[in-house]
T-cell receptor, first 112, second 113 residues
């Protein structure tokens, strides 16, 4: 079956670093995405990993280990505006088409 | 500006009254999807379309219909809405190629009384 797990909530301090973990189980893995979603708004793309390793993009980095079914999103120099939900999504290509399967999201609260 | 638009953004309706939520994209994408988002459950795919006149069920298709008569539009139809379809709905359009990045519309908050 398909399953994606990530923590429900996290809190962190402005200026700090936070790591949001995601574990997944899927038969046709073909890439992992991280999205940011502010309350009441649409998800917006943050990062994409298809090979093992770290992808860095400014204050945000994402890591993937395919053998462990594990990814994390690292947010550095946290700002208040980073308070949002972070969605881990796995692309599954079983059946010959690409389907995105989303985790329930991690709600991050950044406080002063 | 590249975008996905949805209408209406907010809708309160009553059980059994047919409604349509429109979705349009201006990026010439072939692949489009509809999701619903409920607390604690994340985004769940309702229907998707790989191209004009090609649609298929996602994970939670019951009670919904879609059509894809032209590439840019992908309306979601609720023939007889029920209270358990109260949710936040997102339309998404996906780029081609290896990355297949999804662009989401602004969302439609639907309440069925």
């Amino acid at each position: 079956g398909q399953n994606i797990d990530q923590p429900t909530e996290m809190t962190a301090t402005e200026g700090a670093i936070v790591q949001i973990n995601c574990t997944y189980q899927t038969s046709g893995f073909n890439g992992l995405f991280w999205y940011q979603q502010h309350a009441g708004e649409a998800p917006t793309f943050l990062s994409y990993n298809v090979l093992d390793g770290l992808e860095e993009k400014g204050r945000f980095s994402s890591f993937l280990s395919r053998s462990k079914g594990y990814s994390y999103l690292l947010l550095k120099e946290l700002q208040m505006k980073d308070s949002a939900s972070y969605l881990c999504a796995v692309r599954d290509s079983t059946g010959g088409y690409n389907k995105l399967i989303f985790g329930a999201g991690t709600r991050l609260a950044v406080h002063p | 500006e590249a975008q996905v638009t949805q209408n209406p953004r907010y809708l309160i309706t009553v059980t059994g009254k047919k409604l349509t939520v429109t979705c349009s994209q201006n990026m010439n994408h072939e692949y489009m999807s509809w999701y619903r988002q409920d607390p604690g459950l994340g985004l769940r795919q309702i229907y998707y379309s790989m191209n004009v006149e090609v649609t298929d069920k996602g994970d939670v298709p019951e009670g919904y219909k879609v059509s894809r008569k032209e590439k840019r539009n992908f309306p979601l139809i609720l023939e007889s809405p029920s209270p358990n379809q109260t949710s936040l709905y997102f339309c998404a359009s996906t780029t081609g190629g290896a990355k297949s990045e999804q662009f989401f519309g602004p969302g439609t908050r639907l309440t069925v009384l």
